[in-house]
C-alpha cells in the first residue's frame, strides 16, 4: 500500500502548550523518579510516567511490541486503573489541495458541492483501551469539515476493516497486539510518518 504524499511543509500541532489534566504527560515531559526502560512495569503512584519511558520509540520494530504491551496493561499497575487513552499526532499534514482535486474535485463540482479543501491541522489517530478490547480512531475531517486524510487512505483503512462514523475512522481490536500493528501500520502507511520518535503524544490513564 502506498502511503499517502506529503506537503512540503508541516503545520505544529495544535493541542501543543495546552494545558493538560495531572494524568495527561506531553512529550518531552520529565523522566519519573526511579524511571526504567521503556516497557515499565511501572507504579503509578500518583505521577504517570513520560510516554517515552512506556513505549519504544527508537524504531517502528521496537514500537510495536512496546504498545502492545502498555495496552495490555503490562506496562502500568495501579489501583482502580480502568483505561488507558492515548493521542498520537503526525509530525506534517499528509493532504494536498492536488490530491483532492484530482479524485474528488470534479465529481464535487459536478454534484455542485463546495470545494474539497485538506486541512492544515496534523492528522492523528486516538487509542482507548477499553475492558472489551482497544478502540482505534481516526479522524479524517477536522473541525471545520476540512480532510485530514485524503481519499486513498480512506478508502485504504475501509479495506482494513475500518468503518467510517460521522468524521471518524473507527475500529475494535480485540487485544494490545493486534491493536499496536494497526496503529503502527496508519502510522506509516497513511499518516507518513517516517520514525516513531517523530510522533507527538499525549496519554492519560482513568481509573
Sequence with gaps: MSPSPTPAACFPDPADGAAAADTTVPAGAAVASGAQ??????SLDGVLPPFDDLVDLGSWAAFEPSLAALL???????????????LLTAPCAVVTQAQLEQRLGLRSLLRGRRRLL??????????????????????V???????????????????????LREDVMVRLL?????????????LIEMLSVAHPADLDHLITVTG
Design 72 to 86: 495490555d496493561g503490562q506496562s502500568l499497575s495501579g489501583p482502580g486503573r480502568k483505561g488507558l487513552t492515548l
Design 37 to 42: 526502560a521503556p516497557g515499565g512495569p511501572f
Design 118 to 139: 485538506p486541512s492544515p491541522e496534523v492528522p492523528g489517530l486516538v487509542v482507548v483501551a477499553r475492558a472489551d478490547g482497544v478502540e482505534v480512531d481516526v479522524p
Design 174 to 186: 480485540p487485544d494490545g497486539a493486534s491493536a499496536a500493528q494497526a496503529v503502527t501500520r496508519v
Design 141 to 163: 475531517l477536522d473541525g471545520e469539515g476540512r480532510h485530514l486524510l485524503g481519499p486513498d487512505a480512506r478508502e485504504a483503512l475501509g479495506r482494513l476493516g475500518w468503518v
